[in-house]
């Protein structure tokens, strides 16, 4: 009788035990993520992967204010041009590599001067970084750099294993070695990547997951499908067509927020002779094309309501958006107006557009539009890669293109509207623009920078290099077992504190 | 028979060469930077100047073929431009999976193809007959997506019976690797079922009308015999050189398929390759297609000659 019962009790337990020690999560992604090396990739998705396996020196909240990570605390010197950090003790690498500020040096440099780094341009105002104590750095800035501290929490600010960079060079990515929450396990391409619990994590209690698996699924119906067979237990990026849906489902959980980047109309202003047409060169006419639009109704009808209406390069819920120049309302009449104006009756124009279905939907509407205005809109639906090219080659007149958005405003619209900004593929320059912008990145005031962006803003919204139109949301699908997940404007899946209910 | 193998895969050579150079040029006419398409959304133009320096894109067209062609003779495809890693090492990662797939939607069109084929051609004219023909051209013109899609939607979301995508390689885990498989296998199975079944059908047509088909007949042998062993046998080889076909077909990837079922074979690889301008790995995938396919062409006239002994005499 004792025996059966105490090996009951021995069952019983390793059942428990069995359950408590496998609890997996496995996300759903829309892509594979490329190289794992925090230096050399440039996908978004790969940032999702980064999120649990490499720390960065700071962190954002989701309402974009910066807090510790890697570092502790910070603080400016009084030209701004030096930043000093002080950082986590008792951090280590999953190698058990110690963090400390020998680590942050090597890394920068690594950024800086790996020739495949990817990381160079973010880091372009940092002239030296020193270790000044064994957790102390200072970065040395060439000119101040308000962005800086956005840079240190993506990529630029993720610490990778100095000893294990060093031994894999540029294989690094195919065993990533950081100090994040998680470790890497495996990767099998386009199939998924495996990462396990590293239990010396500094802050290793309020993450609950043992194992995390990313599985890039690219169909979202099939993505969608597999969250509610079960085979997911969440998914990111799903469809704003299956929002209805997902919210309707009591087996799942709907979660969204209006991201950081933007989608819009590229005006080719002067790059090549493409750009030499009335449409490029009449601002009259690329303010009659804007206020043609109806903003509203295509986010209604092209994306169930999930996107938010833009008119700038931050949505208008962000702190950086300049109130003064609100969302225009469509009006066809005084579009009309400026059309005439220009002396202009009619005028064809042509737009390229990535070949899916959602963008050529949405250009399609807007083709409807500005129709009514006056613009013959022809639309050249393109591959993106094709379409990215003849863009920077100035073989375009307008270009149905976005961008992913960064942290600081700054990444959002310095390089495309000044003159010589690395992906003005417009061509658009203006030297009061540039003064503007360039004096925003040159102090770390925020209201002084804000004054400065609605300076830039009064300008661009008369000159319209870039017609913006609506800013998409991140959106999330989960298992309602899954609890305690947040929603952040950079797309990115924080596993701290979220649990699964058994 | 071995000198004839000989003489055939000797033959091979000059077309995988126009196959390489082919795919080569095709490559260098596309539009689109592969450069631009690898150095992320800040295309920083020192970055790119790097990369193209690098992976040779500066050079002429023809120096980058013939680096290119040295290397795959030495069996160094390059490396992808978007992981880094060799191609060799994608291939070999991919060819198991996208075999396994083949060689499972084969069972599948045998089974269902061949049985159809045989009785729709016996029960010609009859309301069999009209049914098989019904459920081939459905299963040819049935896009093999939407039927995924479906497939996943009622046995994974509403039956639960079967994992809704992924992959499990067949050596680490058997029954949940079947498991992954057995839908996208289905759906590529059912269409080429489909051609199987017409092909069948109407080379039994062709033998069943035979002057020794009828002596069969009027010797008195069973129907069974007469079917089995006299027709589909000599019925049998249009169906073998069909067969080998479309296995090598298969085996260049079923690119729908695998992106709705999520299975990380040849397909799924040269799509996400040519849309990211990753040549060395679509021209390292096309090549290893190539041989592939020419080795299934090789097999199916081997088997052809062995099924037929009149060939011997050709040879």
Redesign the interface.
């Known amino acids: 009788m004792t025996l059966k019962r105490l090996m009951a009790t021995l069952l019983a337990s390793a059942a428990l035990t069995g359950s408590a020690m496998a609890v997996d999560l496995r996300i759903g992604l829309q892509e594979?993520p490329?190289?794992l090396?925090p230096d050399?990739?440039?996908?978004f998705v790969g940032r999702i992967v980064y999120t649990s396996l490499c720390d960065k020196l700071v962190d954002i909240t989701p309402d974009l204010e910066y807090v510790p990570q890697l570092a502790t605390e910070w603080s400016w010197s009084e030209d701004g041009r030096q930043l000093t950090m002080q950082l986590r003790e008792g951090a280590t690498f999953h190698d058990g590599t110690p963090f400390n500020a020998e680590a942050v040096v090597a890394n920068i440099d690594r950024s800086q001067n790996l020739?495949?780094?990817?990381r160079?341009?973010?880091l372009a105002s940092v002239t030296g970084v020193e270790a000044t104590g064994e957790y102390e750095v200072v970065f040395t800035l060439e000119a101040p750099d308000a962005t800086l501290l956005a840079q240190l929490s993506d990529r630029a600010g993720m610490m990778i294993s100095p000893t294990a960079a060093e031994e894999a060079g540029?294989?690094f990515?195919?065993n990533p070695v950081c100090s994040g929450p998680y470790q890497f396990v495996e990767r099998?391409?386009?199939?998924?990547i495996v990462l396990e619990k590293f239990a010396d994590y500094w802050n290793a209690d309020n993450y609950h997951f043992d194992r995390v698996t990313y599985?890039?699924?690219?169909?979202t119906?099939?993505r969608l499908?597999?969250l509610?067979?079960?085979?997911l237990d969440m998914l990111e990026r799903l469809a704003p067509s299956d929002a209805p849906a997902v919210q309707q489902d009591e087996s799942l959980i709907y979660e969204d927020i209006v991201g950081l980047g933007y989608q819009g109309i590229t005006v080719n202003i002067d790059n090549g002779p493409n750009g030499d047409n009335p449409f490029g060169n009449e601002a009259k006419l690329r303010q009659a094309f804007s206020l043609a639009i109806d903003r509203n109704a295509i986010n209604e009808v092209v994306f169930q309501g999930t996107a938010s209406p833009g008119n700038q390069h931050v949505p208008p819920s962000s702190p950086w958006y300049v109130q003064d120049f609100p969302v225009p309302e469509r009006d066809v009449e005084a579009a009309r107006a400026l059309l005439e104006e220009a002396g202009v009756d009619r005028m064809a124009v042509e737009a390229q557009v990535p070949n899916n279905p959602v963008q050529q939907q949405m250009m399609q509407m807007v083709q409807a539009m500005v129709a009514e205005a006056g613009f013959d809109l022809s639309l050249k639906a393109t591959?993106?890669?094709?379409m990215?090219?003849?863009q920077?080659a100035g073989d375009y007149q307008l270009s149905q293109v976005g961008?992913?958005g960064r942290t600081d405003p700054d990444g959002n619209i310095h390089?495309f509207v000044t003159c010589e900004g690395?992906?003005n593929d417009s061509k658009y320059c203006n030297e009061e623009v540039d003064r503007l912008l360039n004096a925003a990145r040159e102090t770390n005031e925020m209201e002084e920078r804000k004054a400065l962006y609605a300076e830039a803003q009064a300008i661009l919204n008369e000159d319209l290099p870039i017609i913006y139109l609506y800013h998409p949301s991140w959106i999330w699908a989960l298992d309602n077992t899954i609890e305690g997940f947040v929603a952040y404007p950079d797309g990115m899946i924080r596993l701290e504190n979220v649990t699964m209910a058994e | 028979m071995l000198s004839y193998i000989g003489r055939r895969l000797l033959i091979a050579i000059p077309t995988l060469i126009i196959v390489s150079i082919f795919v080569f040029s095709l490559q260098k006419i596309?539009?689109?930077?592969?450069v631009?398409?690898?150095?992320?959304?800040?295309?920083?133009?020192?970055?790119l100047e790097?990369?193209r320096e690098?992976y040779r894109l500066n050079d002429p067209v023809i120096h980058q073929y013939f680096y290119w062609i040295g290397g795959a003779l030495q069996g160094d495809l390059g490396i992808s431009l978007?992981?880094?890693?060799p191609v060799t090492q994608?291939i070999a990662?991919?060819l198991p999976v996208t075999i396994q797939l083949a060689i499972m939607s084969m069972i599948f069109a045998f089974a269902i193809g061949i049985p159809m084929g045989i009785l729709s051609a016996v029960k010609k004219g009859t309301v069999l007959d009209y049914v098989a023909n019904i459920v081939a051209l459905s299963g040819l013109s049935i896009p093999n997506f939407w039927l995924g899609?479906m497939l996943?939607?009622l046995v994974?979301?509403n039956l639960?019976w079967l994992?809704?995508?992924?992959?499990e390689p067949f050596f680490r885990d058997p029954i949940r690797s079947l498991e992954t498989m057995i839908m996208p296998a289905f759906v590529l199975g059912t269409a080429l079922a489909a051609t199987l079944m017409r092909h069948t059908r109407s080379a039994m047509l062709g033998v069943l009308q035979a002057d020794y088909v009828r002596t069969a007949r009027a010797k008195g042998l069973s129907e069974k015999a007469v079917i089995l062993k006299h027709t589909f046998r000599n019925a049998v080889l249009p169906i073998v050189t069909l067969s080998a076909l479309l296995f090598g077909e298969l085996l260049a990837g079923a690119v729908l398929t695998e992106?709705?079922?999520?299975i990380?074979g040849f397909g799924?690889?040269i799509v996400?390759a040519v849309?990211?301008?990753d040549y060395a790995v679509v021209q390292g995938v096309v090549l290893c297609t190539a041989i592939g396919f020419i080795l299934m062409n090789l097999v199916a006239d081997v088997l052809y000659v062995l099924l037929n002994p009149r060939m011997r005499q050709a040879l």
């Open positions: 594979d490329d190289v090396d050399q990739s440039r996908t020739p495949e780094s990817r160079q341009s973010e540029l294989d990515g195919n099998v391409q386009q199939d998924r599985l890039p699924i690219p169909d119906t099939v499908a597999n509610q067979a079960g085979d591959e993106f890669a094709s990215l090219s003849a920077t961008w992913s390089q690395g992906i | 596309l539009p689109g930077d592969p631009l398409a690898m150095a992320g959304e800040d295309r920083n133009p020192e970055t790097y990369l690098k978007r992981t880094n890693q994608l990662a991919k899609i996943i939607l994974s979301v639960g994992p809704a995508s992924g992959y992106q709705i079922f999520t990380p799924k690889l996400d849309f990211n301008r």
